[in-house]
Structure formats: C-alpha cells, structure tokens
Nanobody
Framework: VQLQASGGGLVQAGGSLRLSCAAS????????IGWFRQVLGKEREFVAG???????EYADSVKGRITMFRDNAKKTVYLQMNSLKPEDTARYYC?????????????????WGKGTQVTVSS
C-alpha cells in the first residue's frame, strides 16, 4: 500500500483545513487508517483513526474539532480539521495497516505516507 497525504497549508487560528490521504493497491477497505502528527524534536502522536469496520477514535486534544472519514470507492481518507489552534501546527502523516482490533500507535502501523505540513498562525 502506498499513501499520499495532501491538503496541508498555512491557516489562521480558528480556520479549517481538510487533509486527504490517497492510497494505492487493492482491498483498501480492509485497511485501518490513522493520522499522526509530529513536531520537530518531539515524538509522533496519534491524532485520529478509522478502522476497516468504520469505528473511529480521536485524540483528546482534537475531539470535537476534527472528523475523519473514508471513501473506499476512491481509496481515500479525509481529515476535516476545524477551529484550528497554533498547537495543531505539525507535519501530519497518514498510515495504514491490515485490519486489526488493536489501538493505533505509530509502532503498529505498517505503511506510511510522506506527510503534509499544517501551520496554524495565531
């Protein structure tokens, strides 16, 4: 599976962005997809995840502001981010793994995209 994230950019605090993660390969619907983010010098952290059966989970820091959804026909996952804050500034990565019931952590995801930068100005 190859992943390509896009949609990042510079936005003012309170603004919105929609990130996309396009996947290649077959059986996309059988993959769990996660979004992670990383600030230079800090550990990568989980942001949101959608499982193959459509279960969704969000980090506490983004609950109520971010929604993740998938379009299996387009092999694409989206991360709708609203009410952005300067602390959301990071490089955002999408990652995938074959369907699992495990929680999503960066050490149990198998495929990674190159990421897209999100910068929120105050």
């Amino acid at each position: 599976v190859q992943l390509q994230a896009s949609g990042g950019g510079l936005v003012q605090a309170g603004g919105s962005l929609r990130l996309s993660c396009a996947a290649s390969g077959r059986t996309f619907s059988n993959y769990d997809i996660g979004w992670f983010r990383q600030v230079l010098g800090k550990e990568r952290e989980f942001v949101a995840g959608i499982w193959s059966e459509s279960r969704r989970e969000y980090a506490d820091s983004v609950k109520g502001r971010i929604t993740m959804f998938r379009d299996n026909a387009k092999k694409t996952v989206y991360l709708q981010m609203n009410s952005l804050k300067p602390e959301d500034t990071a490089r955002y990565y999408c990652a995938a793994r074959w369907s699992s019931y495990r929680d999503m952590k960066d050490d149990n995801m198998d495929y990674w995209g190159k990421g897209t930068q999100v910068t929120v100005s105050s």
